[in-house]
């Protein structure tokens, strides 16, 4: 069984077209798998790695925009407009991906409207996602915006269970980790959460629902 929620959703005739060019591979922590401003030669379906899109800049300095688990596939937006990638794709946590050749997706996309539409649909659930997270840097609390990362990818990565370091959290949130330290306490004390050397699990989803900002439902909302 594939796992990957964008493989597995598609209809039969696509993925038997893709499945001859699907290679399963190991990633690890560190490893570039698209360059920033590269053409997308590759696109990646993550399997059991996370993968985060970062932006550099000249000054050496750094930020990580997104992380994307077994839901998705990279390079998504640039692949579609045949564009280069504004971001590089870099493996958070090490494991597997399916690595599928970018023009023979093209080619598959381009014989059917129906596996077009399905990624245009992921394209927008990921531009909404971008939208909401920077709307919420700017608006709501470190606790209430931690509470919503958590919901947003327990629920693509399907599991209670999350393996980010204060680092890894500090990097996607935008700001210092003593911050996500205190927010993390405040989320452990409201008894939404155990968190412990990287390691996350929802103890209580309600708690953690209460505790989120607005921006979770509105989210789920839209993807109706």
Same mark, same amino acid.
């Given at each position: %069984? ?11 005739? +696509? ?12 990633? +690890? ?5 698209? &360059? ?8 990646? *379906? ?19 925009? *997104? ?14 407009? =045949? ?8 493996? $958070? ?16 996309? +381009?014989?059917?409207? @129906? ?7 992921? /394209? ?11 709307? /919420? ?17 327990? =629920?693509?990565?399907?599991?209670? =269970?999350?393996? *980010? ?28 959460? @155990? ?8 103890? =209580?989803?309600?708690?953690? $629902?209460?505790?989120?900002? &607005?921006?979770?439902?509105?989210? @789920?909302? %839209?993807?109706?």
């Amino acid at each position: %069984m594939l796992r990957n929620q964008t493989l597995a959703a598609m209809q039969g005739a +696509d993925l038997a077209a893709l499945l001859p060019w699907l290679t399963e591979r190991r990633v +690890d922590r560190g490893e570039i798998l698209v &360059e920033q401003g590269a053409v997308i030669e590759t696109v990646y *379906f993550p399997s059991t790695a996370y993968l985060a899109n970062t932006v550099s800049f000249s000054d050496g300095r750094s930020a990580e925009t *997104f992380v994307m688990g077994i839901e998705g596939v990279t390079g998504l937006p640039p692949f579609l407009a =045949d564009a280069p990638c504004g971001w590089a794709v870099e493996v $958070k946590a090490s494991g597997s991906v399916y690595a599928l050749p970018a023009a023979v997706l093209r080619r598959q996309v +381009d014989l059917s409207p @129906r596996l077009r539409s399905d990624l245009l649909r992921l /394209c927008n659930d990921y531009q909404i996602q971008s939208s909401f997270g920077v709307a /919420c840097a700017a608006l709501h609390s470190a606790p209430s915006r931690l509470a919503r990362f958590i919901l947003v990818y327990a =629920d693509r990565a399907a599991t209670n =269970d999350l393996h *980010f370091t204060q680092e890894d959290l500090a990097a996607l949130l935008g700001v210092q980790r003593t911050t996500v330290n205190g927010a993390a306490l405040e989320l452990k004390a409201a008894r939404a959460i @155990r968190y412990s050397r990287g390691a996350i699990r929802i103890t =209580d989803l309600s708690a953690l $629902k209460r505790a989120s900002c &607005e921006c979770y439902e509105l989210h @789920r909302s %839209m993807l109706q």
